[in-house]
Every structure is written in C-alpha cells, then in structure tokens.
C-alpha cells in the first residue's frame, strides 16, 4: 500500500511538473493529458472528461467504437462544450471499458482490462477502433530500425508494441472535438497568465454562455444592438472577446 502512495504521489507531482512546463510555454493554446489519480484532489489541476461524452451516439455492443475513457485534461484551451453530447459520467452503463495499454494481456477472465467486456482479448484492430482509427497496413511490419538506430524487434514484441502504443494514446474523436474549438476561438482566444485553467466541465455555467455569446453575435450582425462589452467603445466583436474569456 505504501508502494502504491509513493508511486500515486510521484505521478502527481510528475503531473503538476508537466503542467507547469506547458503553461510556460508561449503558445496561446496549450493541451495537457494524464490519467486519474485515485488520491482524492489529485486531479484539480484538470478537468476531468470521459471519452464517451465525445461521440453523438453510443455504441454498447462489441462491433462499437464507444469507450468509458476518464482522462483529466488541463492547460490553456477554448472550451470544446459545444462537441460534447452528454453531461460526465466516470461510467456509462453498457459502455465497453477504456482500452489500456496492456490490453495484449487480456483475457476471458480479466476484469481489469476492456477484454472484460469482450470476454476475450482484444485484437489490434479492435483497440484502434475504439481509440477512433483504422491502423495503417504499414505498421504491421517488424521494423529493423527506428530513429535511425538498429531494434531488436520480433514480430510479438512489435504487436505488444502497437498495442501499448494504441492503449496510450489520445481518442482521435476527442482530438478533433479540442482542435475544433480551439479553430473556432482562433481570432478572439486570449492568453492568460501561467497556471490558468479554462474549461468548465459539461452541463456548467459555461455552455449556456457559448450559446448566449452566438445570439448576441448574430444580433451585432443583424444590427440589432451592442452586446455589454460592446458598449464599452468597440463594437460586437469586444463583446465577443470578453465572453469568451470568461468562459
């Protein structure tokens, strides 16, 4: 248990390291994942998301793509509330569990691992599926260098390889709904300080303010008057501005 606490610490401050890096950093968006640490406040440098709040539609079959993918996201970013479908939930019922790195592991008998769900170990495929892609043929050869230097590579440490690649990655759904919104705030998005945290998790504050800010801009446009900001001496898109930061 006190292994544990040590290593569950040790991820922790690794975290808050990472986070602090990132935000020293001159870009104006910054995007910061890690897993969830069990430790109770361990995981407020971030806001926490389920890969399952991404898709339109969910899938509770073994042929679906949905997975319960908990991930604490902080850092500097638009909030990407309108590509989210469905408050968060740590568990959506008849969700097929998150994809590990270590699924080359599972079995029928596992009940850590998404080859509970399955009942089996998952195959390559099936992993990127969930994770939101098809894998490249190329990808299934044993490659005999990698960065210009020679690998001792079989051809099963190389698929244990694309497995823990795949289980470590980012939901390429999820990537999308980020990049979106960040494209969508790209004129008016302003940085703040180090150590900012935007992103109200879904079903706050912050969704319904999106939505008024997009009727206050179609009627700056239609000429129907100044929003608040806007009145201060520069027009609808201050005011555009100004409730973007906020949210």
């Known amino acids: 248990m006190r292994d544990e606490k040590a290593a569950a610490e040790r991820r922790r401050k690794n975290n808050d390291d990472d986070l602090t890096f990132c935000l020293s950093l001159p870009n104006k968006i910054v995007w910061v994942e890690s897993v969830l640490v069990q430790a109770r406040g361990k995981n407020d440098w971030g806001i926490i998301y389920n890969a399952a709040q991404f898709e339109e539609t969910l899938s509770y079959s073994v042929e679906g793509t949905s997975q319960n993918r908990n991930r604490v996201v902080g850092g500097r970013f638009p909030s990407p509330s309108s590509y989210v479908y469905r408050e968060y939930q740590r ?61 001792d590579y079989t051809a099963s440490s190389w698929r244990m390889e694309l497995y823990k690649v795949i289980g470590s990655g980012v939901c390429v759904y999820v990537a999308e709904a980020f990049g979106k919104a960040a494209m969508d705030g790209a004129e008016y998005f302003k940085m703040e300080g180090a ?25 700056n446009e239609e000429g129907r008057g100044k929003d608040k900001q806007g009145e201060k001496g520069e027009g609808g898109e201050a005011g555009r501005k100004g409730e973007e930061v906020k949210a």
């Not at 080859?115 to 190329?138: H, N, W």
């Not at 050869?141 to 690998?151: H, Q, Y």
């Open 195 to 219: 150590g900012s945290k935007f992103v109200p998790a879904s079903g706050e504050e912050g969704g319904n303010e999106e939505k008024e800010e997009k009727e206050t801009s179609v009627k």
């Open 91 to 151: 568990s959506y019922h008849g969700v097929c569990p998150c994809i590990t790195a270590s699924e080359y592991k599972g079995c029928a008998t596992d009940n850590r691992r998404a080859s509970r769900f399955y009942g089996r170990r998952l195959t390559i495929e099936e992993c990127a599926k969930r994770m939101g892609f098809t894998v490249p043929q190329d990808w299934y050869t044993t490659p005999k260098k990698l960065g210009g230097k020679a690998t």
